[in-house]
T-cell receptor, first 114, second 114 residues
Framework: AQSVSQHNHHVILSEAASLELGCNYS??????LFWYVQYPGQHLQLLLK????DPLVKGIKGFEAEFIKSKFSFNLRKPSVQWSDTAEYFC????????????WGAGTKLIIKP | NAGVTQTPKFQVLKTGQSMTLQCAQD?????MSWYRQDPGMGLRLIHY???????DQGEVPNGYNVSRSTTEDFPLRLLSAAPSQTSVYFC?????????????FGPGTRLTVL
């Protein structure tokens, strides 16, 4: 069965620091990969997604993620964070046993100090 | 568009009580789903629907019922609430029945069962 690991549950950074949030999954077949974000007081929303093609995916607000198949990873990056990036970030991967189910990581709470 | 709406935002129940969490979307999406989010865990799928009249179980369906009589509405029923159902519940919808499309989330319902 598929599982998703987000190793950092809490991350605290200063503004302008670089960000990398880890996401690893266990199933090695064809995968669809997502990063969702929940800003304080707002709905969960899609940050970026990967289905096929260029393994470097660009999303909203300057975020990007790189799919590395050999490492079963889909890490989220941003070169310079802002206070407004304070949020909880979730990685999700399709369940290979279902066409309709995503498997979610536990989330990473990111706090940016002004 | 209102997007995905959920009511109530907060609810406290006593063990054994029943209630219905409401979810509605005005985007004419075929796919709707219910998740629960618990501390330190990712979102877990409870039930989903790929269209009016069609529902199926997700990862954690026990203790919950759903129905989909219209495209717009997808209520979640707790038959006999238990403390283990204390959680935050999210409803989501997507244009397509598969998982290659973006999911749009509601604001969540925070449920406490005493």
């Amino acid at each position: 069965a598929q599982s998703v690991s987000q190793h950092n549950h809490h991350v605290i950074l200063s503004e302008a620091a670089s960000l990398e949030l880890g996401c690893n999954y266990s199933y090695g077949g064809t995968v669809n990969l997502f990063w969702y974000v929940q800003y304080p007081g707002q709905h969960l929303q899609l940050l970026l997604k990967y289905f096929s093609g260029d393994p470097l995916v660009k999303g909203i607000k300057g975020f990007e993620a790189e799919f590395i198949k050999s490492k079963f990873s889909f890490n989220l990056r941003k070169p310079s964070v802002q206070w407004s990036d304070t949020a909880e970030y979730f990685c999700a991967v399709n369940d290979p046993d279902s066409n309709y189910q995503l498997i979610w990581g536990a989330g990473t709470k990111l706090i940016i100090k002004p | 568009n209102a997007g995905v709406t959920q009511t109530p935002k907060f609810q406290v129940l006593k063990t054994g009580q029943s209630m219905t969490l409401q979810c509605a979307q005005d985007m004419n999406h075929e796919y709707m789903s219910w998740y629960r989010q618990d501390p330190g865990m990712g979102l877990r799928l409870i039930h989903y629907s790929v269209g009016a009249g069609i529902t199926d179980q997700g990862e954690v369906p026990n203790g919950y019922n759903v129905s989909r009589s219209t495209t717009e509405d997808f209520p979640l029923r707790l038959l006999s609430a238990a403390p283990s159902q204390t959680s935050v519940y999210f409803c989501a919808s997507s244009p397509l029945a598969g998982l290659t499309d973006t999911q749009y989330f509601g604001p969540g319902t925070r449920l406490t069962v005493l």
